[in-house]
């Protein structure tokens, strides 16, 4: 089946430990993303990368960190810097001929909790 | 800069009543829009988009939404809502030639009784 995944689907971690969020697409989409999702707040973009090896900051990048290696997978890493890291992260895609008016598809969702 | 606001948090709707979902949007230029759907701990489902064209755009689940470029709304309706329909809703928008980030509103909770 093509699509998004991610893992794990439910994380804990200890205040101090950095934590990898794993996100591997075969869509062969260039464009990836990271969004992390609170209560009340939406969505909001942490890093995204619109091709191998490239990457921008977000919103909230602060904390966390990420790679771009393959076209495949874009890990976003929550490292302890990151002072609030309890949340639901979701990472998406999109394929590059639509990067403006194309939808995005979204994996299932990673839940962090910080114990 | 652009933004998105969905001004309830909260719409509750018996079956088989229309629904709607509010969403206004503040943007340069064109804007491309969007809504989704999410289920709980699952990923967010596209609906719906306005790119350009007819202002009524038809989308997935009988969920349909209108743009009203004077009022800078893209509403989500249904005629007929289903306890199934239960979700969290996002309406998100592109600025076009602002690269290809996509902000999203807050989220509306739809509960449908039966």
């Known amino acids: 089946d093509g699509g998004i995944t991610q893992s794990p689907k439910y994380l804990f971690r200890k205040e101090g430990q950095n934590v990898t969020l794993s996100c591997e697409q075969n869509l062969n989409h260039d464009a990836m993303y990271w969004y992390r999702q609170d209560p009340g707040q939406g969505l909001r973009l942490i890093y995204y990368s619109q091709i191998v090896n490239d990457f921008q900051k977000g919103d909230i990048a602060e904390g966390y960190s990420v790679s771009r290696e393959k076209k495949e997978s874009f890990p976003l890493t929550v490292t302890s810097a990151q002072k609030n890291p309890t949340a639901f992260y979701l990472c998406?895609?999109?394929?590059?001929?639509?990067?403006?008016?194309?939808?995005?598809?979204f994996g299932e969702g990673s839940r962090l909790t910080v114990l | 800069a652009q933004s998105v606001a969905q001004p309830e948090d909260q719409v509750n709707v018996a079956e088989g009543n229309p629904l709607t979902v509010k969403c206004t949007y503040s943007?340069?230029?064109?804007?491309?829009l969007f809504w989704y759907v999410q289920y709980p701990n699952r990923g967010l489902q596209f609906l719906l988009k306005?790119?350009?064209?007819?202002?009524l755009v038809k989308g997935s689940y009988g969920f349909e939404a209108e743009f009203n470029k004077s009022q800078t709304s893209f509403h989500l309706k249904k005629p007929s809502a289903l306890v199934s329909d239960s979700a969290l809703y996002f309406c998100?928008?592109?600025?076009?030639?602002?690269?290809?980030?996509?902000?999203f509103g807050a989220g509306t909770i739809l509960r449908v009784k039966s």
């Open positions: 998406a895609t999109v394929g590059s001929p639509e990067r403006n008016t194309g939808e995005l598809f």
């Open positions: 306005y790119i350009t064209g007819d202002n």
């Open positions: 943007v340069s230029g064109n804007p491309y």
């Open positions: 998100a928008v592109r600025a076009p030639r602002r690269g290809n980030k996509l902000v």
